[in-house]
C-alpha cells in the first residue's frame, strides 16, 4: 500500500560517496519504519539500515557502521542513505523498504519495496 521509489543511484569511484533517496506515497502512517536493502549478483538480499519513523530509532549492518548513515524528513515522505567511504563490495542493487509496525531488520518484515536502484563502486 506504501509506493517506494528509489533514486541517487551510480558510478562512484571506491572512497567517494553517494546519497541515496526513497520517496513514500501512498497512505504512510507514523508506525512505518524504514529500511534500505541491497543485494549483489549471486547473494541474499542484505540489511544496510532501518529507521523507526515515530520513534528515531536507528539500526545499521556491521558491514556499513561508521559509513552510512540512515535518515528521514517525514515532510517530505523521504528517506535516505547517505554513503561515504564506499568500497567495491557496496556494489549492489539498493532497494527502499516499509514496514508497518516498529523497526526490524529482516527481509520477511518487510512488505513494501521499492524496484531498487544501482550502486556500483570501482576499484
Known amino acids: 500500500q506504501v509506493q517506494l521509489v528509489e533514486s541517487g543511484g551510480g558510478l562512484v569511484q571506491a572512497g567517494g560517496s553517494l546519497r541515496l533517496s526513497c520517496a513514500a506515497s501512498g497512505r504512510t502512517f507514523s508506525s512505518v519504519a524504514m529500511g534500505w536493502f541491497r543485494q549483489a549478483p549471486g547473494k541474499e538480499r542484505e540489511f544496510v539500515a532501518a529507521?523507526?519513523?515515530?520513534?528515531?530509532?536507528?539500526y545499521y549492518g556491521d558491514s556499513v557502521k561508521g559509513r552510512f548513515t540512515i535518515s528521514r524528513d517525514n515532510a517530505k515522505n523521504t528517506v535516505y542513505l547517505q554513503m561515504n567511504s564506499l568500497k567495491p563490495e557496496d556494489t549492489a542493487i539498493y532497494y527502499c523498504?516499509?514496514?508497518?509496525?516498529?523497526?526490524?531488520?529482516?527481509?520477511?518484515?518487510?512488505?513494501?519495496w521499492g524496484q531498487g536502484t544501482q550502486v556500483t563502486v570501482s576499484s
Open positions: 523498504a516499509a514496514r508497518e509496525g516498529g523497526l526490524r531488520v529482516g527481509v520477511i518484515d518487510f512488505g513494501s
Open positions: 529507521i523507526s519513523w515515530s520513534g528515531g530509532s536507528t
